[in-house]
């Protein structure tokens, strides 16, 4: 049974309805669904649930780029130690946007408040955290932030030469513009404390999530059930999600122990962790700004700031 208000929250006309739901068809491969609002909104798709003979699916709407594609591309890297969605496919409607369709993983979202140091259940993190940084990328190339293609944007490590900072300083510039409050002064000195921090940047060559965080793993039965939403997986320093876990959740990893977990130097991990969190935080405040979502831009901001001072006392 198909259902007249399918996606209602874009406004699409029923053109748009129609072309939806023939899309999830055609990748399942039947004709008759039953399509219904899912428990979690996101801020880059709408998410529902989709029921087919007794079998539960994700159906994601998104109108940002290659998210969802980049989500099918990262289907292969699950195993059982690294559950990831399977995704049965990608359809790229007339207005652009773009329908994905995955698997159905049980569990409920991690909550913010479990990732603390104390948390007995973070060492099953830590461990699905090694399962992604160590994972076979050999049949993949280039550096950075992943393209539509699982393909890294850059042929060169990122910190080498011109390559250098190529996606935060963008960001830095658009925060230049707009979409913050910090006054000049110490917008400049943050600035100048990051580029600083990024001198001490290595550029190994592993499989990053780069979005980390509690509601982006599933917990079921007293274990990670999924990672999910990778839509900002690239290939360099696992630091990467440290950083971004420490943007968020201070003092919940030892990053240098960590390290030598996965076989990767602990050498100036500090200064690599905050820079990354650094990072995050710009992201963040570009974001949500752009978003007009003051509240958590507020905060990018004020935990930029916090990471720049602690970055002066190294």
């Known amino acids: 049974m198909k259902s007249p208000n399918l996606f209602k929250q874009f406004s699409l006309p029923a053109s748009e309805v129609e072309a939806v739901e023939q899309s999830v068809a055609n990748i399942l491969g039947v004709e008759c669904l039953e399509i219904a609002p899912f428990d979690s909104i996101g801020k880059i ?15 994601k709407h998104s109108y940002s780029g290659n998210t969802l594609q980049k989500d099918e591309y990262a289907s292969r890297f699950a195993t059982p130690e690294l559950p990831v969605p399977e995704v049965l496919g990608v359809k790229k409607l007339p207005d652009g946007s773009i329908i994905g ?13 479990d990732f603390t140091v104390d948390n007995p259940f973070m060492k099953n993190v830590l461990a699905t955290l090694r399962n992604i940084h160590t994972t076979d990328i050999g049949d993949s190339h280039g550096y950075g932030f992943a393209k539509a293609n699982g393909q890294g944007a850059y042929p060169k490590p990122l910190f080498s030469g011109r390559a250098r900072y190529p996606l935060e300083m963008g960001y830095w510039r658009f925060l230049a513009k707009r979409s913050t409050e910090l006054k000049p002064p110490v917008f400049k000195e943050a600035l100048v404390t990051h ?78 962790v905050l820079y990354y969190a650094m990072s995050e935080c710009v992201v963040s405040i570009a974001f949500n700004g752009k978003r007009q979502d003051n509240a958590n831009r507020q905060e990018s901001e004020h935990r930029l700031l916090e990471l720049a001072e602690e970055a002066k006392k190294l």
């Open 45 to 59: 798709s709408t998410v529902y649930s989709c029921t087919v003979e007794n079998e539960k699916y994700i159906v």
């Open 101 to 113: 369709v995955s698997r159905f993983m049980p569990g409920h979202e991690m909550l913010d408040t």
């Open 195 to 272: 580029i600083q921090l990024g001198r001490f940047c290595i550029t190994p060559r592993m499989l990053y999530h780069g979005d980390i965080k509690a509601d982006n793993i599933l917990v079921h039965s007293g274990s990670v059930s999924a990672v999910l939403d990778w839509g900002r997986f690239g290939y360099g320093d696992p630091a990467v999600d440290l950083g971004i876990i420490y943007s968020r959740y201070p003092g919940a990893i030892d990053n240098e122990a960590y390290c030598k977990t996965i076989g990767l130097t602990p050498k100036n991990i500090r200064q690599r």
